[in-house]
Nanobody
């Protein structure tokens, strides 16, 4: 399994921006489709964004389209989630995840490796 380590997150005012980073293993990172999920208190973990191995395909939840951007740099074994125009309802713990397929990037159950999670809090 891919080992994932997250960084970024924190507290920001509504309308502000944050960038999350997720680093993987040097030998295998380019083999994985990558995704970001989030979990708010009392709610299930939900899909946010995903990117295919070679960045050809990107997917977003309707709630973040036009505000969030997922990207990756395979040479640096890193995937990013740029979050702009943040809203109070974006407050959650955010998780990066990896899967060995490119066909199920929006499906939580297909992800086999998870980062440790990072808190994002948006004050209204």
């Amino acid at each position: 399994q891919e080992q994932l380590v997250q960084s970024g997150g924190g507290l920001v005012q509504a309308g502000g921006s944050l960038r999350l980073s997720c680093g993987g293993s040097a030998r295998t990172f380019a083999s994985y489709g990558m995704g970001w999920f989030r979990q708010a208190p009392g709610k299930e973990r939900e899909f946010v964004a995903a990117i295919s191995r070679n960045s050809d395909n990107r997917f977003y939840a309707d709630s973040v389209k036009g505000r969030f951007t997922i990207s990756r740099v395979n040479a640096n074994n890193t995937v990013f989630l740029q979050m702009n125009n943040l809203r109070h309802e974006d407050t959650a713990v955010y998780y990066c995840a990896a899967q060995l397929w490119d066909n199920y990037l929006t499906t939580r159950s297909r992800y086999t490796s998870w980062g440790q999670g990072t808190q994002v809090t948006v004050s209204s």
